[in-house]
């Protein structure tokens, strides 16, 4: 019971932190916008952690902060490799082969309007499709290995890459094209100095929406059959046995990994397109 | 107009592609097939013929091409195989049948809707909370960004697992999952959508002295429609997903879920391919659907979409 009440007393404390925080004039700083989200996290963590003890939750349902910290920093061999099974090899293999494939084709249907055309509302209606659902097709055809893994990755991320970039090139005005033209530029030059870095902003966004595409991707495609490693193929094993401290360390394996592929990709938009106005807001 | 016909082109040319692409995938279950049926096959035995590439077997083979697209178990089932199976499980069976992919979708289907009825509802909740006070805006927003861009489908499994062993089943499991993977993108489309108006409209309705709830019903909401549409689309698709995962660890009983993994694990190739076709006609629908509401509102508000 005190641990119940301790953390009410927690949460409102850390809501009236929030409150102040944001309420002073400091609101507007980078570190106080920082500090806010950060507070809010730290508090649900302990109020999950008290609840939990309080209230005598069983492992099985929800198991406290602290156990899954312990089965994280006790298990990071396997964490490991399950990471660079699922992420490094899967995720990240079909997320180059899908991307690169899909920024050629886009380049190769964007020289003829016929294509382009066709191509978009089919790719449009595609990328709002169950694609995970291939999964056990690829998994035959592929087998249990990473390969499988990346095939899926590569079809899920093809079509919206596809879409983005397509439109990224139709991104430059009739003026501009027609500076180029007065340059007597040729279309690889026109294409490399005017419409290539038009185009960024757009494939930097398919590029953002295919990391989180392929982590799921990478992931569900364990539940259809995977060899005895890999995040997915733990989490489902993991859940079998009703260890749930395992699951959720996978979890914030899974968190980790997406937030730093993400940003990682946002860091290289940044460097890129750094003349766009929404970079320079 | 040229567009349909462009679109038509492409979709021709896809199917085309799949024909020929049944050809090598399929040809070495056909030939072993043939062989053991008596016929003429070179080369004569499976573990030569597995030394050779699926294309220099259809060149040596091809009295056999017809048969690769009308195999009983084909590695890659034609597009008129699966087409009959849709036909076959959609029409001609009964509806209460456990073999027509209708009662499977319908099972997928409601819990896809049930789910997304909740996690839109709490979404525009919580945007309109976050709209409203700093404190929420700058505690809870980074981190409904931040799921944006985590797998949290990977929760599916033990999201099932855990509402079991409280006494929770059927379809409840998969709305929950299917409400959080679509709570998260309506709360970010949301936000944007309530925070479109610029301040000289909010100043005007403040000459007006109109009050927080007036400025609400009034502009806010009106304003965020095309914002919530965009982001009800993306959704629906991913709360199909979420009840098509959550399908999967339950043991398969029903569901479109169930029947892909009912398929994956006897190597029913046309049953999985047919159900995808379900699962994908299932989305399209929805979108559509979502996509001729989205006008009626948008027409009926005036608003030129």
């Known amino acids: ?281 | 107009m040229k567009s349909v016909i462009a679109v038509l082109t492409v979709l021709a040319a896809i199917i085309t592609l799949w024909y020929a692409a049944c050809v090598p995938m399929n040809i070495k279950g056909v030939l072993d097939g043939a062989e053991r049926a008596g016929a003429e096959v070179t080369p004569a035995t499976p573990k030569a013929r597995r030394d050779m590439s699926e294309i220099g077997l259809v060149a040596k083979n091809t009295f056999a091409i017809g048969d690769t697209w009308v195999q009983e178990r084909p590695r890659l089932p034609a597009p008129h195989q699966v087409a009959v199976e849709l036909w076959k499980t959609t029409v001609e069976k009964k509806i209460t049948s456990k073999r027509s992919l209708i009662y499977h979708a319908q099972v997928t289907l409601s819990a896809t809707l049930l789910g997304f009825a909740i996690g839109t509802g709490l979404g525009i909740l919580l945007a309109v909370g976050i709209v409203h006070s700093r404190v929420m805006d700058m505690s809870v927003m980074p981190w409904a960004i931040v799921s944006q861009t985590i797998p949290i489908i990977a929760l599916a499994p033990m999201i099932i697992v855990v509402l079991y062993s409280i006494g929770v089943q059927g379809i409840i499991p998969k709305a929950v999952i299917s409400a959080y993977l679509s709570f998260f993108p309506v709360v970010v489309g949301m936000v944007k959508g309530l925070r479109a108006p610029d301040s000289m409209q909010l100043d005007l309705l403040k000459t007006y002295s109109a009050s927080t709830s007036q400025g609400f019903w009034k502009l806010r909401l009106p304003s965020s429609m095309p914002y919530l549409f965009a982001s009800l689309k993306i959704g629906i698709a991913a709360s199909l997903v979420g009840a098509i995962v959550g399908e999967l660890p339950t043991g398969a009983v029903a569901g479109l879920g169930a029947r892909l993994l009912a398929g994956s694990y006897y190597g029913q190739t046309v049953q999985i391919w047919s159900a995808l076709f379900a699962a994908a006609i299932l989305a399209a629908a929805l979108v559509a659907l979502l996509g001729l509401i989205e006008k009626l509102v948008l027409n009926r508000m005036g608003v030129r979409a």
């Open chain 1, 1 to 281: 019971m005190v641990m119940v009440i301790l953390a009410i007393l927690v949460w409102c404390l850390g809501w009236w932190l929030n409150s102040r925080l944001a309420n002073s004039p400091a609101a507007a700083t980078r570190g106080v916008q920082l500090l806010v989200p950060a507070i809010f996290g730290v508090t649900v963590l302990v109020v999950w952690e008290l609840l939990v003890r309080g209230l005598e939750v069983s492992l099985v349902i929800l198991p406290a902060p602290s156990v899954i910290a312990e089965r994280f920093a006790s298990s990071i061999p396997i964490l490991w490799e399950d990471f660079a099974q699922t992420i490094l090899k899967g995720a990240l293999g079909g997320y180059v082969i899908g991307c690169g494939a899909a920024f050629l084709t886009a380049i190769l249907v964007d020289r003829s309007d016929f294509l382009r055309r066709g191509l978009l509302p089919v790719g449009n209606f595609v990328a709002a499709l169950p694609i995970v659902g291939t999964a056990p097709i690829l998994v035959m055809w592929f087998g249990f290995d990473w390969h499988s893994k990346a095939a899926v990755v590569v079809v899920m991320v093809f079509f919206p890459m596809l879409v983005n970039t397509v439109a990224g090139l139709r991104e430059t005005d009739q003026m501009q094209r027609d500076l180029m033209q007065t340059y007597a530029a040729g279309y690889w030059q026109s294409f490399f100095k005017l419409r290539l870095p038009a185009a960024l902003p757009f494939v930097f966004n398919g590029l953002k929406i295919s990391t989180t595409l392929a982590l799921i991707g990478a992931i569900v495609a364990e539940f259809f059959g995977s060899p005895t490693v890999g995040m997915g193929f733990r989490i489902s094993t993991s859940v079998g046995q009703l260890a749930l401290d395992m699951v959720w360390a996978e979890i914030v394996v899974a968190a980790l990994a997406g937030s730093a592929f993400y940003g990682l990709v946002a860091l290289i938009e940044k460097s890129f397109t750094f003349w766009h106005p929404s970079q320079r807001g």
